[in-house]
């Protein structure tokens, strides 16, 4: 699978794609990513992507032509997706996750200052927002959502057993507690029925212990 990411920050990717199992992910040819610099799309001599609002008001426009002409610009691809990074963007979930994982490319656009020009919604197919709050810009989600997605890919986990039954691999529904050595530290004990090598108890005790959100 295909990750580009269009962005103004492309080397702000760089550190956190190099590293554990994205980057394993990419040795292996499970993943690709790409980062693209919207300004290398600029139409201003100034490599300029950003204008005053219409109607006025504080901060900055991104234009939505360097980002058309970037993804004009990428080659063909038949199952792929094209997703804005918006504050007033739909929330990302797992399901969402799970549904990206089964493209060829997801591209990602990484929105900043004020926002988008509003035109650019006749250019994608979805807005996205990774929760209710306002960061600086879109390239932590876009991250967030690379990683959410490509830890689903076979292949990429050590176990592909280890995304299966994860928090909110069930709507709802949140993993069981973990215990790993020592078998006691400062007083607290690991339960036992976990040290009893019992298969079924081990199972049911952990069906129990799943968190069921409210």
Do not use: C
Request: positive net charge.
């Amino acid at each position: 699978m295909k990750f580009t990411f269009l962005t103004i920050f492309p080397h702000i990717f760089d550190s956190y794609l190099g590293e554990s199992i994205l980057k394993r992910a990419q040795a292996k040819k499970l993943v690709e990513f790409t980062a693209i610099d919207l300004r290398d799309h600029s139409e201003n001599k100034h490599r300029r992507v950003d204008d005053t609002p219409y109607g006025g008001g504080p901060g900055m426009v991104m234009q939505v032509g360097p980002i058309v002409k970037a993804v004009k610009a990428l080659p063909p691809v038949k199952n792929r997706k094209i997703v804005l990074l918006s504050a007033k963007g739909k929330n990302f979930s797992q399901a969402v996750a799970r549904r990206y994982a089964k493209l060829d490319e997801l591209v990602l656009i990484s929105g900043r200052y004020e926002g988008v020009d509003e035109r650019i919604l006749k250019y994608i197919d979805e807005e996205v927002s990774i929760g209710d709050y306002v960061l600086t810009g879109g390239e932590l989600g876009a991250l967030v959502i690379a990683d959410a997605v490509t830890r689903l890919l076979p292949g990429v986990l050590g176990d592909d057993e280890s995304s299966r039954d994860e928090s909110h691999t069930q709507k709802g529904v949140l993993e069981y507690p973990h215990y790993t050595r020592p078998e006691t530290w400062d007083s607290h004990t690991v339960p036992q029925v976990l040290l009893s090598g019992d298969h079924k108890r081990i199972l049911e005790w952990r069906e129990k212990h799943k968190k069921r959100k409210k």
